[in-house]
């Protein structure tokens, strides 16, 4: 079964209003790496983290790696319709690590 | 640079019979995966190389065979098309620093219907 989950599985967000995706694994990650796809395109990588407690940034949005490398979080501030899409999370466990891919967050935002 | 590459776009076939899905990176990586999309599962790993003439199995491997003759070519071969293979297939590259791998470039997909 999928090892890497993602929640929620839906975030509908008004225009200018903050959110949070969230991905957790059963097991230590040795790195997890984030992507957008937009409505019937392919996934864009957006960042990768590798280091325990690790906290990156890209303008509106941040990515945090957890203490014990088995959660992820993406925040987005202050929305805006460009962030429509769906983002992943994608996870590597041990050596020559396979990427595994949680389900998804589908985010829509209305104006 | 192209990016990633493949071909065909789109593709319907009759259950029983076979094809082959075409990958090609100009980037010079050494890691080549191809993944399948299915609505709410995500992408789910089928095969994976590190390198020419490495191949092994992701996570849904059944139905499909992978080789890599040169680092540029990443073909998919499906033996026996089932309806159950209905899905978006996307290719993807990407450096590796030791065995950590890098940013995944993904090609456009190509949309498979099995009859």
């Known amino acids: 079964g999928q090892q890497v989950m993602q929640i929620p599985q839906y975030q509908h967000v008004q225009e200018g209003e903050d959110f949070t995706t969230y991905c957790n694994s059963s097991t230590t990650l040795s790195n997890i790496q984030w992507y957008k796809q937009r409505p019937g395109g392919h996934p864009v990588f957006l960042i990768q983290?590798?280091?325990?407690?690790e906290v990156k940034k890209q303008k509106r949005l941040t990515f945090q790696f957890g203490e014990a490398k088995k959660n992820s979080s993406l925040h987005i501030t202050a929305t805006q319709t460009t962030d429509v899409g769906t983002y992943f999370c994608a996870g590597a466990r041990g050596s020559w690590g396979k990427l595994q891919f949680g389900a998804g967050t589908q985010v829509v935002v209305t104006p | 640079n192209a990016g990633v590459t493949q071909t065909p776009k789109f593709q319907v076939l009759k259950t029983g019979q076979s094809m082959t899905l075409q990958c090609a990176q100009d980037?010079?990586?050494?890691?080549m995966s191809w993944y399948r999309q299915d609505p709410g599962m995500g992408l789910r790993l089928i095969h994976y190389?590190?390198?020419?003439?490495?191949?092994d199995q992701g996570e849904v491997p059944n139905g499909y065979n992978v080789s890599r003759s040169t680092t540029e070519d990443f073909p998919l071969r499906l033996l026996s098309a089932a309806p159950s293979q209905t899905s978006v297939y996307f290719c993807?590259?990407?450096?590796?620093?030791?065995?950590?791998?890098?940013?995944?470039?993904f090609g456009p997909g190509t949309r498979l219907t099995v009859t």
């Open positions: 980037m010079n990586h050494e890691y």
């Open positions: 993807a590259s990407s450096y590796m620093t030791g065995t950590l791998i890098g940013e995944q470039y």
């Open positions: 190389s590190v390198g020419a003439g490495i191949t």
């Open positions: 983290l590798v280091k325990s407690g």
